[in-house]
């Protein structure tokens, strides 16, 4: 899901609807997930203040939660696959 695919992500032409939707509603999710704890918060702040310090080229999130993140990628995974199969059911709002 971390992997980069340059503007591809973004494709308006050469993809499927269903594809495109896709990606939109995991990187929503990832950021929800994210947002759900100080770690998480403090992570995708710490994507967010590189990408401000060299807005026109993208930066290597997966390099930065790995390093921001506790216990890295490994552990963001173990929590993303436990709240696809165990969703929390509670409104939150950002």
């Not at 695919?5 to 929800?32: C, I, K, M, N, W």
């Amino acid at each position: 899901m971390l992997a980069r695919e340059d503007l591809a992500f973004y494709a308006a032409e050469g993809d499927s609807t269903p594809v495109r939707e896709q990606r939109y509603l995991r990187a929503y999710a990832l950021v929800a997930l994210l947002m759900r704890s100080g770690e998480g918060r403090r992570a995708l702040a710490a994507v967010l203040h590189a990408q401000q310090a060299d807005p026109c080229r993208p930066v290597v999130v997966e390099a930065i939660l790995q390093r921001e993140y506790p216990g890295g990628l490994q552990a963001l995974a173990a929590a993303w696959s436990l709240s696809m199969r165990v969703p929390e059911v509670d409104v939150r709002a950002y």
